[in-house]
């Protein structure tokens, strides 16, 4: 599976941005999906995740209420809205594909994800 993030922006504190994660292949929809992201000077942090379903959703604590993972299989596209963003959100997200199909795990440590995008950048400044 080969991914592309995009959707990445400058926007101000409160404001909303929707990143998409564009997948090559016929087994996108077999794959749980995640995002994560990359302040400077600090470590990857788990932010979604998704089922290759769609059926469940897990978020970290910080972004809890804000933001929604998604995905359209026919599309083979991830998306992640995210609302009422802080300058804390400000990092390069990534989408990544979960190592095993068909699983029903969530996970956070991105150890587990195999296949990577290249990044995105979000900045929320004023």
């Known amino acids: 599976v080969q991914l592309q993030a995009s959707g990445g922006g400058l926007v101000q504190p409160g404001g909303s941005l929707r990143l998409s994660c564009a997948a090559s292949?016929?087994?996108?929809?077999?794959?749980?999906m995640a995002w994560f992201r990359q302040a400077p000077g600090k470590e990857r942090e788990f932010v979604a995740a998704?089922?290759?379903?769609?059926?469940?959703?897990k978020y970290a604590d910080s972004v809890k209420g804000r933001f929604t993972i998604s995905r359209d299989n026919a599309k083979n596209t991830l998306y992640l809205q995210m609302n009422s963003l802080k300058p804390e959100d400000t990092a390069v997200y990534y989408c990544?594909?979960?190592?095993?199909?068909?699983?029903?795990?969530?996970?956070?440590?991105?150890?587990?994800?195999?296949?990577w995008g290249q990044g995105t950048q979000v900045t929320v400044s004023s």
């Open positions: 990544a594909a979960d190592r095993v199909r068909f699983s029903t795990r969530l996970p956070g440590q991105d150890s587990l994800y195999e296949y």
């Open positions: 292949g016929r087994t996108f929809s077999s794959y749980g």
């Open positions: 998704i089922t290759w379903n769609g059926g469940n959703t």
